[in-house]
T-cell receptor, first 114, second 114 residues
Framework: NAGVTQTPKFRVLKTGQSMTLLCAQD?????MYWYRQDPGMGLRLIHY???????AKGEVPDGYNVSRLKKQNFLLGLESAAPSQTSVYFC?????????????FGDGTRLSIL | LAKTTQPISMDSYEGQEVNITCSHN???????ITWYQQFPSQGPRFIIQ???TKVTNEVASLFIPADRKSSTLSLPRVSLSDTAVYYC???????????????FGQGTELSVKP
């Protein structure tokens, strides 16, 4: 049982390039989330999804797009990467959005934008 | 949305009991209190969750006073492997309608020394 799997684990991009980060979960969870973690900032929510075909903005959505075409997958896209998007990106999933449902996290994607 | 306040860092020695207190003065009736642990280069991992009084599992105990304005995570007999960042979160049960904002603060960096 893999839980939450993120690919790739590391990536270096040049400013202006685009890329997609993939998150896959095998727990049949409805909710999925994308966070970014920067030094001294904790985790900040970028976008989230409450089910297949739905997405919503989180705290810091600018510069990112997401899609949830399949229940088990949640994709995070950077259309035109900027150095400010250098960060560690974490995907998470939960059974529901209720406060008593813990989130399960992947091990992150470390992204550097030069 | 309830904001949480935790100490930035704590030091301890192997074999000691560690108590990390989190303040959440504006906690709402439907909010649960959840603690996560994060090791370097890994995603956060769920430790324990509670609503009121005391909760205990194989890893930790969570103490919540009657007014629920604070909570204390207790780690019995810590070892070097407990060195990590610990996050306290207050989860709104209607996360969807609240914009998906589970707020991760900066967490408490626990350092366990031999």
């Amino acid at each position: 049982n893999a839980g939450v799997t993120q690919t790739p684990k590391f990536r270096v991009l040049k400013t202006g390039q685009s890329m997609t980060l993939l998150c896959a979960q095998d727990m049949n969870h409805e909710y999925m989330y994308w966070y970014r973690q920067d030094p001294g900032m904790g985790l900040r929510l970028i976008h989230y999804s409450v089910g297949e075909g739905t997405t919503a903005k989180g705290e810091v959505p600018d510069g990112y797009n997401v899609s949830r075409l399949k229940k088990q997958n949640f994709l995070l896209g950077l259309e035109s990467a900027a150095p400010s998007q250098t960060s560690v990106y974490f995907c998470a999933s939960s059974y529901s959005g209720r406060g008593n449902q813990p989130q399960h996290f992947g091990d992150g994607t470390r992204l550097s934008i030069l | 949305l309830a904001k949480t306040t935790q100490p930035i860092s704590m030091d301890s020695y192997e074999g000691q009991e560690v108590n990390i207190t989190c303040s959440h003065n504006n906690i709402a009736t439907n909010d649960y209190i959840t603690w996560y642990q994060q090791f370097p280069s890994q995603g956060p991992r769920f430790i324990i969750q509670g609503y009121k009084t005391k909760v205990t599992n194989e890893v930790a105990s969570l103490f919540i006073p009657a007014d629920r304005k604070s909570s204390t995570l207790s780690l019995p007999r810590v070892s070097l492997s407990d060195t990590a960042v610990y996050y306290c979160l207050v989860g709104d049960s209607m996360i969807y309608n609240q914009g998906g904002k589970l707020i991760f603060g900066q967490g408490t960096e626990l350092s366990v020394k031999p």
